[in-house]
């Protein structure tokens, strides 16, 4: 269905598809030291920045505006990296997010990976694996892993191929066994695992039906060789 963007009518699917490719290209998960050497990628995760900025926003009932999504916590407080900060200060940015993977007392370690096109050299998401593999509390923190694909490239099969990525990323961090839950009400994410089910790549583990929430686990041996990512499904979900 065409949409308006910047005045002109275009195919929007097809237009994200140009821009950021698909799951099924040549995709990565970089460091952010290494995005931060290279001033195209360097662009596109400012860019991918202010998508989340401009694009992830909620309105609370009582008015109250939050912006970023799952990376909401970035861009708020005293010490709070706007897009904008991190542009002017991009090796900061880096330094802030690695001191993250640090241990820290009361805190679970959290491991940022970019994930790029390589071959259209564009950031179109990022994965964060939280250490130390301790299945519980792990699932309290929403669990060993976190998928985010910048708004713009959303529904073109980069969660899908994210999970593979992360899935390896987790075996080189010492996770035999990912554990991870989702809301009821996020269907682009548990989709996902539940296609792994299907395929025996994945269990869903059984819990508190009234929680609202879906607990997987995953081994991760079989993605230790094979650091390539799950082909996204060829045709387009008719249900979306
Ligand atoms: C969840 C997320 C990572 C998925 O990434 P994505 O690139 O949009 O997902 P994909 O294109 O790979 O699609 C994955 C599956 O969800 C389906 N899907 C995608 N968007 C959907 C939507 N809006 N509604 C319902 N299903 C959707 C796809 O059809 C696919 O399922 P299928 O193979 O059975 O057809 C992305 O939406 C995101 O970053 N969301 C915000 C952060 C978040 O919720 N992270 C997960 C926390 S557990």
């Known amino acids: ?34 995005v931060a050497s290279d001033a195209k990628l360097r662009h596109s995760y400012v860019g991918m920045l202010h998508d ?9 009932a009582d008015g109250t505006v939050t912006r970023g999504g799952d990376m909401a916590e970035r861009f708020q407080g005293q010490d709070a990296w706007t897009p904008t900060r991190a542009s002017d200060d991009f090796e900061g940015y880096v330094a802030a997010q690695d001191a993250l993977a640090e241990p820290q007392p009361g805190r679970l370690r959290t491991h940022t990976s970019v994930m790029v096109n390589q071959s259209q050299k564009q950031v179109v998401g990022e994965a964060w694996i939280r250490t130390p593999d301790t299945p519980m509390p792990i699932t309290q923190w929403g669990g060993h892993t976190h ?15 994210m999970l593979g990525l992360s899935m390896a990323k987790a075996h080189e961090l010492g996770i035999d066994n990912v554990h991870v839950t989702v809301s009821n009400d996020n269907p682009a994410s548990y989709r996902r695992f ?8 994945a269990k869903e583990v059984p819990g508190d039906p009234q929680s609202g929430r879906r607990h997987y686990t995953i081994p991760t041996a079989p993605y230790a060789a094979a650091m390539k990512p799950a082909a996204p499904k060829a045709t387009p979900n008719p249900q979306r």
Do not use: N
Request: aromatic letters at 6%; one cysteine or more; charged letters at 30%.
């Open 147 to 161: 998928s985010l694909v910048r708004p713009s490239a959303r529904g073109l099969g980069h969660g899908k191929a």
């Open 1 to 34: 269905m065409p949409e308006q963007l910047g005045g002109c009518m275009v195919d929007l699917k097809e237009w994200r598809r140009q821009r950021f490719g698909t799951g099924d290209d040549d995709v990565a998960l970089i460091s952010l030291g290494e």
């Open 52 to 60: 989340f900025y401009t694009k992830d926003v909620k309105k609370a």
């Open 194 to 201: 539940a296609a792994m089910v299907i395929d025996g790549r």
